[in-house]
Every structure is written in C-alpha cells, then in structure tokens.
C-alpha cells in the first residue's frame, strides 16, 4: 500500500487542497465522492467550475489505490479528445487524494433517462461521440474502458457528449489481449468474455455500448429485474439481449452487432462508425433538446 501511495504522490501535479472550494457534492462512487467545486484563481483556457473527487487513501486497499492509478493515468491522456472529461490536476492532503476534472454540467445519460427514454437520434449522437471516445483512448494509448454505461456518460446542455470515469480503463499490450483475474465493470454491462474469464480486448467496449443503447432507448440494462449474480449466469447461458420492437432497422443492427457474443465478428470501433445507425446520426443539437426537456 505505501508504494502505491508513494505512486499516486508522483502522478499528483502538486496542486494543494486550498486552491479550491467546494460548493456540494454531486455524486458518490465506488472510490470517493465527487463534489462540484471552484477554482479560487482561474486557469486560462479553463472554466471557472470544475469536478472534484476525493478519495480517502487511507480507507483504499493497494488494490483499489492501484484504480485509482489508472484512472489519473486515463484522465491525463483526455485533454486533447472532445470526448472524453479533462483532467485538471491533482493533489494530496493528508490521507486524501483531490482529483480535478472537467464539470459536465448536463449530468449524465442515466439521469436524463429516469424521466424518459431517449429517441434513435439522439441515442445515436451519442454512440458516434463514445465509440469516438474509446477509439481516442484505444488508438493513442492503448487503453480500454471496461465500465460503459449510461452513468458514465455526461451530456452538456449544449449536446456535447464526454465518457466519464476511467477507474477500470486499463492498458492493452500492443501483442496480446487481457484475461480478466476479477469482474471489472458493471454486471448487467458486462461482455461475455469478461464474465468467462477469457481473453478480451477493446470489444469488450463494443458490447457494453450495445448494452447501454438498450438502457437509453427503454430506460434499463438487460437484465436489469434479475440480481446481478444471475444477470451473470443469464450473460453466460443466454443468447444475446435485444432491443424490444418499435425501433428501426439500422438501430436494431447497431445493437446487434454490438451484442454479438463470437468477438471474431463482433465489430470494432472503426467497424461501427461505418454503420448507417452512426453515419447518419445528427448534429449535438438533439441532446441539447433532451437536455431541456428532463431539466
């Protein structure tokens, strides 16, 4: 545990607890809660209200510290994609690690759709910008996500789409593909390969966005009435979810694909931006609107 502190001091920007205020907390995650704060002086180029998480090292396992690790390591590759949340700095004081992140000030796709389930358009718009995302983390630095779902997934007022929450991104060697040693992610999210303790790569990715479009477009994961050990079992031994009917064609071939169990044909991200479901998504502007019609 003390080298993987002494690893997160290295990774901190030196930033201390006073050069913020916090003005609520906003949410709370399996590693700390997350409080909407303020700079108390103004970086250029940076919005005057930023996200703060605060982890307590102290309370962490070196397992857990070593999450957190990654996470840092994900944030500090987002600056130069427009999907992904910028990370702003870090610093410790006393047992306590402070994350600064990029304020998302629309909330995320969850809690857009507690209110109401979202349309093809706008479902989408947002696949287009996360499989955008994800092939940026994948692409510059070799990293996977491991954790897609609608809570992770901000949404600005203005429509602007960022994938949120790098704590199980993890880095693939150029050669060979993971096999999992523990569940990382979320159950009724989760691949196959994951639940089988196989090898995996980025699709795993692929499959959880399939996942997710069923969880915006009804307002639940598959599975989601099932508890999550026999959401398990159900990934496991069941054949692929599908969406319910009602939706069009090109949207029930995205999800499809996405949802193919066989990740020899199961697509990559290049592969689903070529489809017509992402081809012919709209502008941002659809998201504004499901923004101000949940608000």
């Excluded at 491991?146 to 809570?151: F, T």
């Excluded at 709209?282 to 998201?287: D, G, K």
């Amino acid at each position: 545990e003390e080298r993987a502190n002494q690893e997160l001091k290295e990774l901190a920007q030196g930033l201390a607890k006073r050069t913020w205020d916090l003005l609520g907390r906003i949410g709370q995650g399996g590693f700390g809660a997350v409080y909407k704060g303020r700079w108390r002086r103004q970086k250029p180029g940076q919005s005057n209200i930023i996200a703060i998480k605060i982890i307590d090292l102290e309370a962490e396992e070196e397992e857990d510290i070593a999450i957190v690790n990654r996470e840092i390591d994900a944030l500090t590759q987002s600056q130069f994609c427009e999907q992904l949340t910028k990370y702003y700095g870090s610093g410790i004081t006393g047992s306590e690690l402070w994350i600064a992140m990029e304020f998302v000030d629309g909330g995320s796709v969850a809690g857009i759709i507690k209110k109401k389930a979202m349309s093809e358009h706008q479902i989408a718009v947002v696949c287009k910008d996360v499989i955008l995302g994800l092939r940026y983390l994948l692409q510059d630095g070799g990293k996977i996500h491991r954790d897609i779902k609608g809570a992770n997934i901000l949404i600005s007022t203005d429509g602007k789409v960022k994938l949120a929450d790098f704590g199980a991104s993890r880095t693939l060697s150029k050669t060979q593909a993971h096999k999992a040693a523990t569940f990382i992610g979320s159950p009724y999210w989760m691949a196959p390969e994951i639940v089988q303790n196989k090898q995996y790569d980025g699709k795993i990715d692929v499959w959880s966005l399939g996942c997710t479009c069923i969880e915006m477009a009804t307002q639940h994961p598959p599975n989601y009435n099932l508890p999550a050990d026999k959401a398990i079992v159900k990934i496991m031994t069941s054949p692929s979810p599908k969406l319910p009917e009602g939706f069009s064609k090109e949207f029930n071939e995205f999800v499809n694909k996405c949802l193919i169990k066989d990740t020899t044909l199961r697509p990559d991200l290049d592969a689903l931006l070529k489809l017509p479901f992402i081809v012919n998504a709209p502008s941002n502007e659809v998201l504004a609107k499901a923004r101000s019609e949940v608000s």
